[in-house]
Nanobody
Framework: VQLVESGGGLVQPGGSLRLSCATS????????MGWYRQAPGEQRELLAV???????DYKDSVKGRFTISRDNAKNTVYLQMDSLGPEDTAVYFC????????????????WGQGTQVTVSS
């Protein structure tokens, strides 16, 4: 199973980036998709999830700044990140997994390789 992220890079504080994650049609049509990040010395944290029915869920700290979306024609999930700050510097990972709406629990099954996002002036 392959998930390929792109779109990371260096951005100034207050700027925006859009991350992309492409995968196969079989994975995309079966699994919810999620975005995580991991800063140096920190645990990996779940940022946003989108189900095959376009139900979304966000970590409180990124609500209103980050937007997850999916393009079914391209088998791609996106993470639009706005108003970025230095605290958003991390490696960002895409995943495919199962989302349990009753408990808002997401269990990753597959991972991408990660893409670095650095927010600095």
């Amino acid at each position: 199973v392959q998930l390929v992220e792109s779109g990371g890079g260096l951005v100034q504080p207050g700027g925006s980036l859009r991350l992309s994650c492409a995968t196969s049609s079989s994975i995309f049509s079966t699994y919810a998709m999620g975005w995580y990040r991991q800063a140096p010395g920190e645990q990996r944290e779940l940022l946003a999830v989108i189900t095959t029915d376009n139900i979304t869920d966000y970590k409180d700290s990124v609500k209103g700044r980050f937007t997850i979306s999916r393009d079914n024609a391209k088998n791609t999930v996106y993470l639009q990140m706005d108003s970025l700050g230095p605290e958003d510097t991390a490696v960002y990972f895409c995943s495919a997994g199962r989302y349990y709406s009753g408990s808002n629990y997401y269990a990753s099954a597959y991972w991408g390789q990660g893409t670095q996002v650095t927010v600095s002036s």
